[in-house]
């Protein structure tokens, strides 16, 4: 088992529907990330949670909504997306305040299409 | 100016030989230095961390970083096909956000 796991790994919907991507973490680690990789573009970060307390929202539009219940889990709302919107979208956590400085480790990434 | 700046390649190298993968950061305060490797359809896995001058060995991977010259490069020696993937720098700044450049493919042939 990886120590960040996502759910669903690939995800279609349509511009109307809403829907969640899911991400928990079995590293202890106590900051969570959700970033956005688009083709030729470099990763995006997107919101990023130290212990459940939203730290960071990188404008990104309303549509996705962030949602952090405790420091292990993490979800990304979705809900009238547009087709630009398609992208691999990947969970990480780090342990903050650790040596290695604030290393990330990365889920599997959940495949959307936007149709 | 980008704020980490990769060649997008392809870096094409033969087998057994050394690939160099080369990475240029625009915030001087920058602190930690990250390379990641992301296969074709696959997420991002670490592959080494650097925060002081110099080299750091990890098998046949070295990072050098030269925060004079804002440079940090990831040698692999003794390539291999399956070393074949998109390499991330990353680079951690006084903002403590990791900032990702696009990477570089690296091709090995046989």
């Known amino acids: 088992e990886t120590g960040v796991t996502q759910t669903p790994r690939h995800l279609v919907m349509g511009m109307t529907n809403k829907k969640s991507l899911k991400c928990e973490q079995h590293l202890g680690h106590n900051a969570m990330y959700w970033y956005k990789q688009s083709a030729k573009k470099p990763l995006e970060l997107m919101f990023v949670?130290?212990?459940?307390?939203?730290?960071e929202n990188n404008s990104v539009p309303s549509r996705f909504s962030p949602e952090c219940p405790n420091s292990s889990h993490l979800f990304l709302h979705l809900h009238t997306l547009q087709p630009e919107d398609s992208a691999l979208y990947l969970c990480a956590s780090s342990l903050e305040d650790s040596e290695a400085g604030n290393t990330i480790y990365f889920g599997e990434g959940s495949w959307l299409t936007v149709v | 100016q980008k704020e980490v700046e990769q060649n997008s390649g392809p870096l094409s190298v033969p087998e057994g030989a050394i690939a160099s993968l080369n990475c240029t950061y625009s915030d001087r305060g920058s602190q930690s230095f990250f390379w990641y490797r992301q296969y074709s359809g696959k997420s991002p896995e670490l592959i080494m961390f650097i925060y002081s001058n110099g080299d750091k060995e990890d098998g046949r991977f070295t990072a050098q970083l030269n925060k004079a010259s804002q440079y940090v490069s990831l040698l692999i020696r003794d390539s291999q096909p399956s070393d074949s993937a998109t390499y991330l720098c990353a680079v951690n700044g006084n903002t403590d956000k990791l900032i990702f450049g696009t990477g570089t493919r690296l091709q090995v042939f046989p």
């Open positions: 949670y130290n212990f459940k307390e939203q730290t």
